[in-house]
Every structure is written in structure tokens, then in C-alpha cells.
């Protein structure tokens, strides 16, 4: 990755913070491939799907927090005998200690529910119901051509 990506931060449910990245059309198509690729014998169309998410979340991955249980902080107003208090963001703070992703360690990394979080956002991110599709293409208009 040499060029600079976008990325977005998350907090998981277990506090791990991770960057993560939208996959291009092109590396969702690879993802794919190299799972049809992988699997032997017959398998269910939930299984080879569950595996492209899988490798797709590895893949979208590009840092994660050294430490977890990181998480929000609701700013307060001062009331009687309480200090206020700042919001605090750990995703923006300066001091969190990040650390390339090595998807060798993602079962080290992240717990069941944070993968199951990781695996939803992939497939907000890079699939469309086919009720989303609908709506798409019912918000179609016809267009004259010569």
C-alpha cells in the first residue's frame, strides 16, 4: 500500500480500536477468487460466503490498537461537587499505540463478537441485497436514445 488510503476507525465491542479501509472493486473480485480458489469438495453457498467475508475483513484490515478495552468517554457538564469532564475519543487520540495487522494473529486480536462486528461491516461495505438493488433500480428512469 503505497499510496495514502482512506481509512476510518472503529471501536470494537471489545475496545480493540482497528483502521480499516473500503476494498476497491477489483481486491472484493480477488477476495472472492481466491476463496473459490481454496475451498475443496462441495460446500454451501453460506459457507463459501461466510469465507469470502472472512478473508474479505482480513484483507480491509489495516491497523489495530496494542491494547483493548479503549472506549469512549461521554463528555459531562460540571454540576455540584463533580468536575466537568471532556469527551474523550481514544480513536483520535495521539497516545494509543497502533500496530500494523498481521492476519495471523486475528484470532489473538479480536474476540467472537468483534469479529461478527468486523464481518457485518464488510458486508455493508461491499455487498448489496437484492431489496437494495431493487430500490436502485426502481428509482430508474428511461432515457431516449438516438
Do not use: C
Not at 20 to 42: F, H, K, S, W
Not at 51 to 60: A, H, P
Request: proline share 5%; no cysteine.
Amino acid at each position: 500500500m503505497d499510496e495514502i488510503e482512506d481509512l476510518k476507525a472503529i471501536i470494537l465491542p471489545s475496545g480493540r480500536l482497528v483502521r480499516l479501509r473500503e476494498l476497491n472493486p477489483d481486491e472484493v473480485d480477488e477476495v472472492t477468487a481466491v476463496v473459490a480458489d481454496t475451498i475443496t469438495g462441495q460446500t454451501s453457498l453460506v459457507t463459501f460466503q461466510k469465507e469470502i467475508s472472512k478473508l474479505g475483513v482480513k484483507r480491509m484490515i489495516v491497523e489495530v490498537s496494542k491494547k483493548k478495552g479503549l472506549a469512549e468517554v461521554s463528555a459531562r457538564p460540571a454540576r455540584e461537587g463533580v468536575p466537568a469532564r471532556e469527551a474523550y475519543d481514544p480513536r483520535l487520540d495521539p497516545k494509543v499505540e497502533w500496530t500494523q495487522f498481521d492476519a495471523e494473529h486475528y484470532k489473538k486480536l479480536f474476540s467472537a463478537r468483534d469479529h461478527e462486528a468486523l464481518l457485518q461491516i464488510y458486508s455493508m461495505l461491499h455487498e448489496v441485497s437484492r431489496t437494495e438493488a431493487a430500490m436502485i433500480w426502481g428509482k430508474s428512469i428511461p432515457v431516449a436514445t438516438k
